[in-house]
Nanobody, 126 residues
């Protein structure tokens, strides 16, 4: 049974940092593209970052470029999203998602992904 479980969310002050984790089970992570998405209250879900199966290629939304870093450890079946210089606008539920393949032409389209985690809440507030 393929499963993705996010963790690491919480409450942080503006300018602070958090590291989100996405634990994969039930499949070989090497063969899957992983994306991070987020959904703020009253807004549509948006793509944040994406990493290829072998970790060689990464993509970031303009809103997080230079602040967020995606990484993966296939041996541990883990994908991470390091979030620095957090802003109140980053407040959202964050999801990781997986799709089979080494690359995707639609890294920020949620319809391109097959498997989803349950999400973890990130709140940036003073």
């Amino acid at each position: 049974q393929l499963q993705l479980v996010e963790s690491g969310g919480g409450l942080v002050q503006p300018g602070g940092s958090l590291r989100l984790s996405c634990a994969a089970s039930g499949f070989t992570l090497d063969y899957y593209v992983i994306g991070w998405f987020r959904q703020a209250p009253g807004k549509e879900r948006e793509g944040v970052s994406c990493i290829s199966g072998n970790g060689m290629y990464t993509v970031y939304a303009d809103s997080v470029k230079g602040r967020f870093t995606i990484a993966r450890d296939n041996a541990k079946s883990m994908v991470y999203l390091q979030m620095n210089s957090l802003e109140p606008e980053d407040t959202a539920v964050y999801y990781c998602a997986a799709v089979f393949g080494q690359r995707t032409n639609y890294p920020f389209s949620d319809r391109a992904y097959t498997y989803w985690g349950q999400g973890t809440q990130v709140t940036v507030s003073s």
